[in-house]
């Protein structure tokens, strides 16, 4: 019954309404870039202003990218789902939710967006536009960090947007607040955002070896938890497209667009 509600909302809905993948990659591109922006600035601004007390600089780091989080989901979300990451896309089109044709589009987007963003952060602070990162981060430790807490954001998301889909971006900007003091790592669980912070050689970097193995680290605990979720909840692809924010282009949009 709710997929035949949700089909005649959908063709009610004006075509003009419905966001073209040129407006969605450029939500995705910019929303990356304000994250990785807000991520890099603050880690720069907490750890000049902290006098050497990591903590503090942390705790600075967190919540400014906790907020910035809620801000850019609510403000981008309904143009193109509100992503800012490869590991949400890759999972969010697994289930039906994006077309798999979208994918590589909104993949480009974000990693383009994530380096944008470190760039802007460092010409704020006055630091090289680029600088490769020293930062270690390294080990089982690490790894098995990142693991947990990619699998913990996905397993959010499909826990929460099954739901109350509304509440998405605040329970995503808690977790990811809360995870960079629970994981070593600080829970970068996001391939774009290690990726480009390899590319800042501040508070918030780490050191382009290292990447990888995150990378690896969070595409596997992404795909754990939506297998996980897909098995708990099997109805799961229905709310794929309400993955971050509801979003109407997925494959049953483009269907509709058809008839």
Partial sequence: MAAVLRKGAQRAQPAHARPTLA?????????????????????????????????????ANSLATGAGLVAF??????????????????????LGGLRWRDVPAYLLAQIAGAYAGVAVAHVMFGEAVF?????????GAQLSSEFVA???LLAVIWGVARRRSSAVAFAVAAYI???????????????????????TDTFAGIRPADAPGFVVAQLLGAAA??????????????????????????PGEAQLEQE
């Fill in 150 to 152: 990619t699998f913990g």
């Fill in 73 to 94: 989901i609510l403000m981008l979300g309904p143009i193109s789902g509100a992503h800012f990451n490869p590991a949400v896309t890759l999972a969010d089109a697994a």
């Fill in 225 to 250: 938890a939506t297998l996980l979720f897909r098995w708990l909840v099997p109805a799961l692809p229905e709310v794929a497209p309400e993955v971050v924010v509801p979003h109407p282009n997925g």
């Fill in 177 to 199: 607040t809360a995870a960079y003091w629970f994981t070593a790592s600080t829970s970068f669980a996001n391939p774009a955002v290690t990726m480009a912070r390899a590319a």
């Fill in 131 to 139: 600088s490769a990162s020293r930062h270690v981060r390294a080990g």
């Fill in 23 to 59: 407006r969605r990659v450029v939500a995705e591109g910019v929303g990356t870039a304000l994250l990785l922006a807000t991520v890099v600035g603050s880690g720069i601004m907490g750890e000049r202003l902290a006098g050497g007390n990591v903590a503090i600089a942390l705790l």
